[in-house]
């Protein structure tokens, strides 16, 4: 998203980027199209990102406040992702040719048992949990 001064959640979305790809080569992210813009004093961008990339069927259309995602873990807990997203503002004029620095969160939590020793489980209760939902991009 693209802006001047103070952000608030009915700023206008720039999307020129929505749902880009990027590939994180084990140092940097690379995104498959450059995308370039000005640098006209005063304005500010903020960057949302999640991982792993899912397709726009599942990215909530909409044109202000924080991207949102629809989200439903495989049932195979093998063909389970962790689902991670951040965000992060920056001068564009500041940031012109750097990269951005993204503090990325968890948005899932994955939850093992294991006893310690021999024994039979008869059962165990969870109680509180989600099978799928919508994940504001960026927040924790």
């Known amino acids: 998203y693209l802006y001047e001064g103070e952000w608030n959640d009915t700023k206008t979305s720039w999307s020129s980027m929505t749902n880009a790809k990027f590939i994180f080569d084990g140092n940097l992210m690379t995104g498959e199209n450059k995308v370039m813009w000005g640098t006209v004093s005063g304005q500010n961008m903020r960057v949302y990102a999640y991982a792993p990339y899912i ?35 920056v001068s564009v004029a500041e940031s012109k040719g750097k990269s951005i620095a993204l503090g990325f969160r968890h948005a ?17 209760m969870i109680s509180g949990v989600y099978g799928s939902g919508v994940y504001s991009i960026g927040e924790g």
Do not use: M, W, Y
């Open 55 to 89: 397709n726009s069927q599942n990215l909530a259309q909409q044109v202000t406040g924080a991207p949102k995602l629809s989200f439903t873990p495989e049932t195979d807990v093998t063909e389970q992702v962790d689902l991670i997203g951040a965000s992060a503002v």
């Open 108 to 124: 899932l939590t994955g939850i093992k048992f294991r006893a310690g020793f021999a024994c039979t489980v008869k059962s165990v």
